[in-house]
Nanobody, 116 residues
């Protein structure tokens, strides 16, 4: 069974940085895509950032220039570096792996709250 364990969330003030981590129990490079999603209260889950096999990254317009997705294949870990956090970034953040057979794997989510 695939397990994804997220960490790094918390309560922070606007303007600061956080780094989320997602440790996977499988080889992340064998996945079609590694990604981070988020879901704010009353809103649908949205794709925040993704990285595909070739290393190409993609970001939601709302986080471009502030968030960076990366990965460490040796640790099977995917990261989301979040800078200049805003209150609108408040959400539960989920790690996602998409397999070659188009199966989605999800972490349990980690809460990020940005508030003064």
């Amino acid at each position: 069974q695939v397990q994804l364990v997220e960490s790094g969330g918390g309560l922070v003030q606007p303007g600061v940085s956080l780094r989320l981590s997602c440790a996977a129990s499988i080889n992340i490079l064998n996945m079609r895509r590694n990604a981070w999603y988020r879901q704010a209260p009353g809103k649908e889950r949205e794709l925040v950032a993704s990285i595909i096999t070739a290393g190409i990254t993609n970001y939601a317009d709302s986080v471009k220039g502030r968030f960076t997705i990366s990965r460490d294949p040796a640790k099977n870990t995917v990261y989301l570096q979040m800078n200049s956090l805003k209150p609108d970034d408040t959400a539960v953040y989920y790690c996602n792996l998409l397999s070659p057979t188009m199966t989605d794997y999800w972490g349990q989510g980690t809460q990020v709250t940005v508030s003064s």
